[in-house]
């Protein structure tokens, strides 16, 4: 019996999925390998003197550091502005709910100095924070306020159309089962948005390793304390060591990938847990 | 435990949802709010759960004020029309929720809930579905969870809004049918909000019907259906005849035709008469005595009774039920004029804004 050719009822298959690997190889791929081509090509010695350089690991630690806890401080934020912009009606929630998308669409160099400007030692809030001790500008504390200005709409964006999702009435079926507010939150609410903060953290963060432009301007870029790993290697370039550039990126982008994969790996788990079969 | 609602009244902005409504429900009964959408009567039910607070007026739980009572503290058991279960937990979490969820001097232990939710689990039948997650249920079964964890705290009063509104036909059917059964066994009062008349008059004890923020009538399903209070009733439940006309020596006379009411009913101009399509006898257009004529449109002969739809002489439809025995002794076919005698008519004043579309 000859065999028939099947027919898939959704159209455009082929061309569709041919587009995407072109697509992605082109735009992601082979720059990326370019990356590691440039790197394999500089010999492992070479390699190691440049990525384990102690000027360059302190800023793997502040770049990896400040991100992480950026977007652990978003997911907090991110979550409580979800809450407000989906359950409260409230005049200008509209202007509230635009604001939010501002860090996505600011140059990230005007935010950057804007930053600066503002947390400065005589800035109107950096000449307040001052006489209490707490210094912003200039130091790893302003990268971390430069990443989570950054990183706030991605968890807001994420988590807010799932907790639009959650019905009222399962609150209040939990409320009328005996459960206290904090009770409800806890066990209804955040498990329900807890997939969807993941995702917003996991962008978050990835947002917030590669930022550059928003940072440069309040991190001060003291070496040893308050450098990024983008500086880094922008540096190396100015000063025509491409090799050297690309060999504290490919480190950059291989730790980036492992913590990606992992977040994505425990968001499939959760979420396969509950909606299998749905 | 007994509900007493006493004069409620609810706005939302300009519109009266509930205008000034008492009811008084007996301990173990089984209630059913019935109403056309926008009557009020789901606001009602989360009033007297907590889960909406009343303009005016008071809810006692057995005797006791709950009006200021939180919903969690007024030990009522609520299902939803469209189920609410906990997405990310199995169906046993889900009813074990409620149990989980008490202070820890009330909660029972692990070994104890465990015992009880395996119990609820086989009194709704679906012990097989415990480790399952609620997306991997039907409808029916759903619902059934969703009650059995309102019924795990152990709820005075079982408050139920459209439980099988979301349900197809046939699984609606049997669920109701369970509902009943369930509720025998348990004797939990329990209050169930629904449009649909037929599931009302099939399962509660009670029904209150309701229109436009008040009630209009409150009975045992035979009361309600066989002697409507006012013309809502007699047409929201069932379908039914209108006859227009006046009252005059203790006939309603439509038209050119008179139709015997009884003696007892009081002389009106304006009248409407209410006859269900099984309350006809159908005769030969030639058959002595009074009778109104009709021709027949189209008879539809599906099980034991035959819907039969007629024209009457001022134009309008008359929708008869009769036995299929009968018309075929009758030998009756489309085109056929007959000759119609009420055997029973309920006369109510005209008050056409009391009457439901």
Not at chain 1, 196 to 216: D, K, N, P, W
């Amino acid at each position: 019996m000859a065999i028939r050719k099947r027919f898939s009822p959704l159209p455009g298959f082929g061309l569709s999925l041919g587009y995407t690997i072109f697509y992605l190889s082109v735009i992601v791929l082979i720059p990326l390998s370019a990356v590691g081509a440039k790197t394999i090509g500089m010999g492992w010695e070479a390699f190691w003197a440049a990525a384990s350089n102690p000027r360059v690991v302190a800023s793997y630690e502040l770049s990896f550091g400040a991100s992480l806890l950026a977007a652990a401080i978003n997911v907090v934020f991110g979550l409580i502005f979800a809450w407000v912009l989906v359950r409260y009606r409230f005049p200008g929630k509209g202007l509230v709910d635009a604001l939010v998308d501002l860090p996505f669409a600011l140059p990230t160099a005007v935010a950057g100095i804007a930053l600066a400007t503002i947390y400065a030692e005589n800035g109107p809030i950096g000449s307040l924070l001052k006489p209490h001790g707490i210094e912003v500008a200039y130091n790893p504390n302003g990268v971390l306020l430069a990443l989570v200005f950054i990183g706030l709409p991605f968890v807001v964006r994420t988590v807010q159309p799932v907790l639009a999702d959650l019905e009222k009435e399962v609150e209040e079926a939990a409320a009328g089962l005996g459960a206290s507010r904090w009770q409800t939150f806890v066990k209804v609410i955040l498990p329900h948005v807890t997939p969807a903060l993941l995702t917003g953290f996991a962008m978050a963060f990835a947002r917030a390793v590669g930022e550059y432009g928003s940072v440069i301007f309040i991190a001060g870029n003291v070496p040893m304390v308050s450098e990024i790993t983008p500086l880094m290697i922008i540096t190396k370039l100015e000063q025509y060591d491409y090799a050297g550039a690309t060999a504290v990126a490919s480190v950059m982008l291989i730790f980036s990938f492992i913590l990606l994969l992992v977040i994505n790996a425990l968001q499939g788990w959760m979420q396969n847990r509950y909606s299998k079969g749905a | 435990m007994s509900i007493a609602i006493r004069n409620i009244s609810k706005h939302f902005g300009a519109f009266h949802a509930l205008d000034d409504v008492s009811i008084d429900i007996p301990s173990g009964e089984l209630v059913a709010l019935l109403g056309p959408s926008g009557c009020g009567k789901t606001t009602l039910l989360r009033i007297i759960a907590g889960l909406e607070s009343a303009d005016a007026g008071r809810i006692l739980l057995e005797g006791d004020d709950a009006s200021d009572r939180h919903v969690r503290d007024r030990n009522v058991g609520f299902v939803f029309q469209h189920y609410a279960l906990f997405r990310h937990m199995t169906v046993f979490e889900n009813v074990a929720f409620g149990l989980r969820v008490k202070p820890r001097k009330f909660r029972p232990s692990e070994n104890e809930i465990r015992k009880r939710v395996t119990r609820l689990l086989d009194l709704v039948q679906l012990g097989w579905l415990a480790d399952r997650y609620p997306s991997q249920l039907s409808g029916g079964q759903r619902q059934r969870i969703a009650l059995a964890r309102a019924l795990a705290v152990e709820p005075k009063v079982l408050l139920l809004d459209e439980p099988f509104g979301a349900l197809d036909a046939k699984v609606r059917k049997e669920l109701r049918r369970w509902l009943r059964q369930l509720h025998d066994e348990i004797h939990v009062t329990s209050v169930f909000v629904t449009h649909d008349q037929e599931e009302a008059l099939e399962v509660s004890d009670r029904i209150v019907v309701m229109n436009k923020g008040g009630v209009e009538q409150i009975g045992s399903p035979d009361q309600v259906y066989d002697h409507p209070a006012t013309p809502f009733v007699a047409s929201f439940l069932g379908s039914v005849n209108l006859f227009h006309g006046r009252v005059e020596d203790g006939h309603l006379h439509v038209g050119e035709h008179a139709l015997a009411v009884g003696a007892g009913q009081l002389a009106t101009e304006k009248a409407v008469g209410f006859v269900r399509p099984h309350e006809f006898d159908v005769l030969p257009a030639n058959a002595p005595g009074s009778g109104l004529p009709g021709k027949i449109l189209r008879v539809i002969a599906i099980g034991p009774l035959a819907q039969v739809e007629l024209l009457r002489p001022d134009g309008e439809l008359l929708e008869v039920a009769i036995l299929r025995d009968t018309l075929s002794v009758l030998g009756l076919r489309e085109g056929d004029e007959v000759s119609l005698r009420p055997r029973n008519i309920r006369v109510f004043q005209n008050d056409n804004e009391r009457l439901a579309a």
